[in-house]
Nanobody, 124 residues
């Protein structure tokens, strides 16, 4: 089970850190990812971290967001900086297989557990 938290309402340029805590499953070797769904849009990939702490980002957040994990706490994080109004969305964390290749990271069906979502609202 995944529990996402840390969302809120901020101003453009602010920062937020999202957390995704897992229970009942060890995440140290799994692929963990964040997706987001803006109002009226489909859910899309944001970032992922694989075994060995290899990270991948969507172009829209590269350089502003950082995904990380604390294996001892079985938790993943998404540090979001320089937030923009277009980052407004519900953010979901997900856990997938440890062997995902880069092209597979973007596809929802490669993830077998999902958190409930946390809302991030960025105002201009």
């Amino acid at each position: 089970q995944l529990q996402a938290s840390g969302g809120g309402s901020v101003q453009a340029g602010d920062s937020l850190r999202l957390s995704c805590a897992a229970s009942g499953r060890t995440l140290s070797t799994a692929t963990m990812a964040w997706f987001r769904q803006a109002p009226g849009n489909e859910r899309v990939f944001v970032a992922a971290i694989r075994r060995g702490r290899m990270t991948t980002y969507s172009d829209s957040v590269k350089g502003r967001f950082t995904i990380s994990r604390d294996n001892a706490k079985n938790t993943a994080f998404l540090q979001m900086s320089s937030l923009k109004p277009e980052d407004t969305a519900v953010y979901y964390c997900a856990v997938g297989k440890e062997s995902l290749i880069t092209s597979s990271l973007y596809l929802e069906h490669n993830y077998d557990s999902w958190g409930q979502g946390t809302l991030v609202t960025v105002s201009s």
